[in-house]
């Protein structure tokens, strides 16, 4: 019985992942522009890019697209997304930058790990992993719409701390995991 064919570099899932990584330009530029009409269109930019994560992934495994290239590609396209808008909106100074500084260090360090360990084992996401990118794209989301006072202006201070607490104890975690799969024989 032979083996299904490699999925081909050029993909649906593989098209989305290369759209994604074209959009964080288009999204900075239109971020740092200025005006409500430009912001809008920034946060409309983003979360087109938001949602072909969300669809790569899916269809890269149920039409069993997953090449070597995605998987490397995909997070690299997540984190230019979510680490650009986080840089804006502190060089904006409408970020705290300590804030995109530990989610930066916590989103680089653990990709980096994970192609270390890689060797011994696949760190799949886990579930905390999957609220961790759902609270980050909606504190982004929050913090790209043009600047609010009042319930919205705490809404998103509050689901940034919520999305930066379970970026921190995720990425403990995978530290843990690492350490585990680390210790197993090759």
Do not use: H
């Not at 319930?151 to 379970?166: E, N, Q, S, T, Y």
């Amino acid at each position: 019985m032979s083996s299904p064919p490699a999925a081909g570099l050029l993909n649906v899932a593989n098209v989305l992942t290369v759209t994604r990584i074209l959009l964080v330009p288009v999204f900075v530029v239109l971020l740092t522009a200025g005006g409500t009409g430009l912001r809008l269109a920034a946060l409309a930019v983003f979360c087109v890019a938001s949602l072909t994560d969300l669809a790569d992934g899916k269809l890269a495994r149920s039409r069993k697209l997953v090449t070597d290239f995605g998987k490397i590609a995909d997070p690299i396209a997540d984190k230019a997304l979510t680490g650009a808008a986080l840089i804006t909106l502190s060089a904006l100074g409408e970020l705290p930058g300590w804030v995109t500084g530990l989610i930066l260090f916590r989103e680089v360090g653990i990709t980096v790990m994970r192609f270390i360990v890689i060797r011994r084992g696949v760190i799949a996401a886990s579930q905390g992993g999957k609220l961790k990118t759902l609270l980050q794209i909606a504190a982004i989301c929050l913090y790209v719409l043009p600047p609010a006072a009042g319930p919205l202006g705490l809404a998103k201070i509050v689901v940034m701390a919520a999305a930066l607490v379970v970026t921190l104890v995720t990425g403990a975690d995978y530290v843990v995991r690492a350490v585990r799969l680390g210790r197993t024989p090759a």
